[in-house]
């Protein structure tokens, strides 16, 4: 029988898996080892569509790493060969041109032909879609409209088509706005596309390293977030998932979703509603800004946003631009004393290496045909922040969310730093 009063480290509840469940894994942190597999793997050819390509841009940290290495220094990389590259804006700063140059691949003036290589049949085993970064509008919700839907679209397309599937990485949300984020899904379940998304964090460093077994029963999580709320909210809100679909029985999706600010942000932690104890653990556990004040925060760039799971389970993401700086999660355990609580660690070098280890899910989904990560995870993600980015343009209005009765089984597996990144995808 689990004792849920314990955390496990992340590698110690992936040595409990089958030896095909997961790659290889080593006893230290490997992000940085040189050494490649010891039979080299056939490199899969990728198509690369990008918003931008900048320095530091996501097209930057995720596809560069297939140019020119995991730590973008020349070093060994993903089993992966960029063969063709769209991409959508080109401003002063763009990469893309010079790149593409010195490796020999073409931009393409379409996404259909970035696919097809100007034939009628595919010529990718795979496609990496990074919506990130860019000059587009936003909506009267604050809502940055990245062209994630109109790429995926173009994507799905082509497939169809060409009468072929390969897998697809969409970087992040599948759409900032919920009725792009399920058209998306539903156009994938419709051709049989391999989809997967996500945010980089549920694969970065955590302190301490470790995690909750499936079926634990969590009774509330509460998560830390920083920067602006639309952007910035979707790597709190799936970090958040990442351990609250680890609950027993999850997951079956999300009841209502309410935003609040200012003064009605702190009485619902003062009230009970949001339990102080988790916001104060998770605080414990993020760097914060010692100057500012945590209550006399801007509420125009500061948010509460609080749901309820369809099982009765809460979660509370609180948005802190200017006193938070970093990410953390905090989960009440039935059955433990103490809050579960831990810092999602960003660390910038080298080249930000948490892209690594979401590049690796995604190196092992294109070898394999099957998603690392369920999809469902960042379309209930998305789901939820888009609700809360509603409540919050009508006054803090709660929302009831039918259309997020998402329902997903989670994959214990983990693309985390004890993952050796020269490992088979394959396995």
């Known amino acids: 029988m689990t004792d849920f009063r314990k955390a496990v480290s992340r590698r110690d509840a992936l040595r409990t898996l089958s030896a095909g469940a997961v790659l290889p894994l080593l006893p230290t942190a490997l992000f940085g080892q040189k050494q490649a597999p010891s039979q080299p793997l056939e490199l899969k050819r990728v198509a690369g569509i ?73 010529a990718v085993d795979g496609v990496i879609s990074v919506g990130e970064h ?32 390969v897998p697809v990485f969409n970087d992040k949300s599948l759409s900032t706005v919920w009725k792009d984020a399920k058209w998306v899904y539903d156009r994938a379940k419709e051709l049989n596309i391999p989809l997967m998304a996500g945010s980089s964090l549920p694969t970065t460093f955590r302190k301490p390293d470790a995690t909750l077994p499936l079926g634990a029963p969590i009774e509330e999580v509460v998560s830390i977030g920083y920067g602006q709320l639309c952007s910035y909210g979707f790597h709190a809100m799936e970090m958040l998932q990442t351990f609250a679909e680890r609950r027993l029985d999850a997951e079956t999706g999300v009841a209502w979703v309410q935003s609040l600010t200012g003064d009605a942000m702190w009485a619902a932690v003062d009230s009970g509603e949001v339990s102080s104890e988790l916001l104060d653990a998770a605080l414990a556990h993020v760097p914060t800004v010692k100057r500012r004040k945590l209550r006399e925060l801007d509420p125009e760039k500061s948010a509460l946003f609080r749901f309820q ?8 993401v609180f948005m802190l631009q200017g006193y938070a700086v970093g990410v953390a ?5 039935k059955g433990r004393q103490e809050p579960f609580a831990l810092q999602i660690e960003e660390r910038y070098e080298p080249r930000f290496p948490h892209f690594a280890y979401l590049l690796k899910g995604v190196e092992r989904m294109i ?27 009508e006054n803090g209005q709660r929302i009831a969310t039918p259309e997020l009765a998402v329902s ?20």
């Open 50 to 122: 990008a918003s931008v390509y900048h320095h530091n841009s996501h097209a930057d940290v995720i596809l560069g790493k297939i140019f020119d290495g995991w730590e973008q220094d020349g070093g060994p990389g993903p089993a992966l060969k960029l063969v063709s590259l769209y991409v959508d804006q080109f401003p002063e700063r763009d990469l893309a041109r010079g790149l593409a140059e010195k490796h020999g691949i073409p931009i393409c003036s379409s996404i259909r032909e970035a696919l097809t290589l100007g034939g009628d049949k595919l």
């Open 134 to 165: 860019g000059d587009y509008p936003y909506n009267e919700k604050q809502q940055h409209l990245y062209p994630r839907r109109r790429f995926f679209a173009e994507i799905a397309e082509t497939m169809e088509d060409c009468g072929q599937v």
């Open 309 to 316: 799971y369809r099982d009765g389970t809460k979660g509370a």
């Open 329 to 333: 999660v905090a989960c009440r355990v």
């Open 367 to 393: 070898h394999t045909g099957k998603p690392a990560w369920p999809v469902e995870r960042t379309l209930l993600t998305g789901g939820i922040l888009d609700r809360a980015m509603t409540s919050r343009f």
């Open 408 to 427: 997903y089984q989670p994959a214990n597996v983990s693309y985390a730093p004890h993952v050796s990144l020269a490992a088979d995808p394959r396995m």
